[in-house]
């Protein structure tokens, strides 16, 4: 394979609902697509990056920067590089693993595109379909939370993930438990709005049977998840603040964290999301897929993803519906609560390149 020419979209979807995080209130994604054209075909990769660093320090226009003047050119430097060659090929980019992520993506699903190899068996999926879990946003109130909650859980999702912050999270939390009843699997995401003083508070979930509470401190702050980890009884899951295979080891021989969440825009692409996955299942340690909002063409990915044997928590990839009224691909749609794994060479989705020019944001940088 051998890359001539790269391209970046900018493109906007407005969501279907607006969607509350400890971080702030968002009510469209603003969307990076990379796509590779080589001698042997097309690949696409989607940017997970916010519109805002608020997530994490990333955010779209520096992705885009930092793909248009370091990444894009080392490939083209050296079009016949396997994508098993990127992750080397830009390691003198510190940082920006979003960015990262989505050059490698398209590079891969070029290259397995070409062989007629799906994302899932490049993988080593053992699923042809994954348990769908749904990330809901921070409610005006109790009432239209609930309302919000039982629609999902009528649209089959089987799981509810409720973000919380400081003052929306005990009541919040008991009115859905008390709604899905005991069985009903149930966590939360703080999105590190929590600090050391809040631990006695968050002992206070002990009484509603979490699956799970995610990243209730910041990134760097590995020692106050130990301490809460320690203190509680509800299992601690890190986000933000794994980074790669090795920061999770690192978190959990030091007991931070005893379940993980992996997203492969945050650890620099779906090699490194499958190396975090196998050190992971290595320690006995479950993951599940974390969600960024994407369109199909990410969604179409982390499924594959997901479809992996340690991942056995239902993850945030819910269907195209939860988000958008229209998907970029064919939409995801959930089927007793799961979704299919595509089976197509690549991510097995298409995009639809007339809705990408209705909804470009401005037209598409070619770089060769
Ligand atoms: C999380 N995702 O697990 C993230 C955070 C998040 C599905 O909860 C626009 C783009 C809005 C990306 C809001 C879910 C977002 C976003 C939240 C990511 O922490
Ligand atoms: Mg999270």
């Known amino acids: 394979m051998r890359v001539e020419s790269v391209e970046l979209h900018r493109i906007a979807m407005?969501?279907?609902?607006?969607?509350?995080?400890?971080?702030?209130?968002?009510?469209a994604r603003d969307?990076?697509?990379?796509?590779?054209?080589?001698?042997?075909?097309?690949?696409?990769?989607?940017?997970?990056?916010?519109a805002d660093p608020v997530y994490s320090s990333e955010y779209v226009?520096?992705?885009?920067?930092?793909?248009?003047?370091?990444?894009?050119?080392?490939?083209?430097?050296?079009?016949?590089?396997?994508?098993e060659a990127f992750g080397s090929l830009v390691s003198f980019v510190i940082g920006h693993r979003m960015a990262k992520a989505a050059l490698e993506t398209a590079l891969l699903d070029a290259q397995l595109r070409s062989t007629s190899t799906s994302f899932?068996?490049?993988?080593?999926?053992?699923?042809?379909?994954?348990?769908?879990?749904?990330?809901?946003?921070?409610?005006?109130?109790?009432d239209s939370l609930l309302d919000e909650v039982s629609g999902y859980v009528a649209e089959g999702y089987?799981?509810?993930?409720?973000?919380?912050?400081?003052?929306?999270?005990?009541?919040?939390?008991?009115?859905?438990?008390?709604?899905?009843?005991?069985?009903?699997?149930?966590?939360?995401?703080?999105?590190?709005a929590y600090t050391a003083a809040d631990i006695d508070h968050l002992r206070q979930l002990d009484a509603f049977d979490l699956l799970l509470i995610e990243q209730p401190f910041v990134e760097e702050d590995i020692a106050t998840h130990i301490a809460l980890a320690a203190a509680i009884e509800t299992p601690v899951c890190l986000d933000e603040s794994i980074l790669n295979a090795e920061v999770a080891i690192d978190a959990i021989e030091r007991r931070a964290t005893s379940i993980i969440n992996i997203k492969a825009g945050r650890?620099?692409?779906?090699?490194?999301?499958?190396?975090?996955?196998?050190?992971?299942?290595?320690?006995?340690?479950?993951?599940?897929?974390?969600?960024?909002?994407?369109?199909?063409?990410?969604?179409?990915?982390?499924?594959?993803l997901a479809a992996m044997e340690n991942f056995t928590l239902p993850g945030d990839t819910?269907?195209?519906?939860?988000?958008?009224?229209?998907?970029?691909?064919?939409?995801?749609?959930?089927?007793?609560?799961?979704?299919?794994?595509?089976?197509?060479?690549?991510?097995?989705?298409?995009?639809?390149?007339?809705?990408?020019?209705?909804?470009?944001?401005?037209p598409p940088l070619t770089l060769s």
Not at 121 to 128: I, L
Request: hydrophobic residues 40%.
């Open 267 to 304: 650890v620099g692409g779906y090699l490194e999301a499958v190396r975090v996955h196998d050190v992971c299942a290595e320690l006995g340690v479950p993951v599940w897929c974390g969600g960024m909002l994407e369109t199909g063409v990410g969604r179409a990915a982390n499924v594959a």
């Open 318 to 362: 819910s269907g195209s519906s939860r988000y958008f009224a229209e998907d970029l691909t064919e939409p995801f749609e959930l089927h007793d609560g799961r979704l299919t794994v595509p089976t197509g060479p690549g991510s097995g989705v298409t995009v639809r390149e007339e809705l990408l020019a209705a909804w470009a944001l401005r």
């Open 120 to 142: 899932a068996t490049y993988f080593g999926a053992v699923r042809d379909e994954v348990d769908c879990g749904v990330s809901v946003g921070i409610a005006a109130d109790i």
């Open 14 to 27: 407005p969501l279907v609902r607006p969607f509350e995080t400890s971080f702030g209130r968002q009510t």
């Open 31 to 50: 969307i990076l697509l990379v796509r590779v054209r080589t001698d042997v075909g097309d690949g696409w990769g989607e940017c997970v990056a916010m």
């Open 61 to 83: 226009s520096g992705a885009e920067a930092v793909l248009r003047d370091y990444l894009i050119p080392a490939v083209l430097r050296t079009p016949d590089a396997p994508v």
């Open 158 to 192: 089987r799981r509810i993930k409720l973000k919380i912050k400081p003052g929306r999270d005990i009541e919040p939390v008991r009115a859905v438990r008390e709604l899905l009843g005991p069985e009903g699997l149930l966590q939360v995401d703080a999105n590190t």
